[in-house]
């Protein structure tokens, strides 16, 4: 099966990340728990989902339309965890470690799944929005006058609140160069007349 290697390093990048000491040292620092842990289980989760797109005749496509149920849940998930007090659930509650580790993995498959079903201007409102919060977020973290995290130190706060500003901007630019580079921006501004199909220009 094409999809087995993939599939088998997710399985293994699933049990590192589930490894007390790997967590522990994942999460004793703010901005490797945010900006590196986070995203790799997100990551694990899109890795496990295999890269099949669900049959266009499957009721899951039909749910699923444009992509837009999977990009709006796989969003709020991953906008979920950037919650100061989530954060804090997280780090101090075992069923609330099990649940970011079980809805990021959910959010991964759900983008695997829906954003190749989704044309260029549902990827940009998702994108624009994800990022514009993302970077208020991050924002915030710097110029609050206090913790907001009660198991991370003020210092931790602002450093993970500058690197999610500079995550955000990055996601951000490299989806405009991907735009660019798939000549879809020629087509978006008018230059180029062939048709924008909502499926055929993403890459899965």
Request: aromatic fraction near 12%; glycine fraction near 8%; include cysteine.
């Amino acid at each position: 099966m094409k999809n087995r290697p993939g599939v088998l390093i997710a399985l293994g990048l699933l049990l590192f990340l589930a490894i007390p000491a790997v967590r522990g040292w994942f999460e004793s620092h703010m901005t490797r728990h945010m900006l590196v842990q986070l995203p790799l289980i997100t990551a694990t989760g899109w890795l496990l989902a295999g890269g099949r797109e669900p049959a266009r005749a499957s009721p899951l496509h039909a749910w699923n339309a444009y992509g837009l149920t999977g990009l709006l849940l796989g969003v709020l998930a991953t906008s979920f965890w950037m919650i100061p007090r989530a954060i804090d659930a997280a780090r101090l509650l075992p069923w609330a470690e099990a649940a970011k580790f079980g809805s990021l993995l959910a959010a991964g498959a759900a983008f695997r799944y829906s954003w190749p079903l989704a044309g260029r201007i549902v990827q940009a409102f998702f994108i624009g929005n994800w990022c514009w919060m993302a970077a208020v977020v991050g924002l915030l973290y710097q110029d609050a006058p206090t913790r907001l995290c009660a198991v991370y130190l003020a210092d931790e706060q602002i450093n993970a609140g500058f690197w999610l500003v500079v995550a955000a901007l990055l996601a951000f630019l490299a989806w405009c160069l991907d735009l660019w580079w798939s000549g879809d921006l020629r087509r978006l501004l008018g230059d180029d007349q062939v048709p924008m199909d909502a499926a055929d220009h993403v890459k899965s």
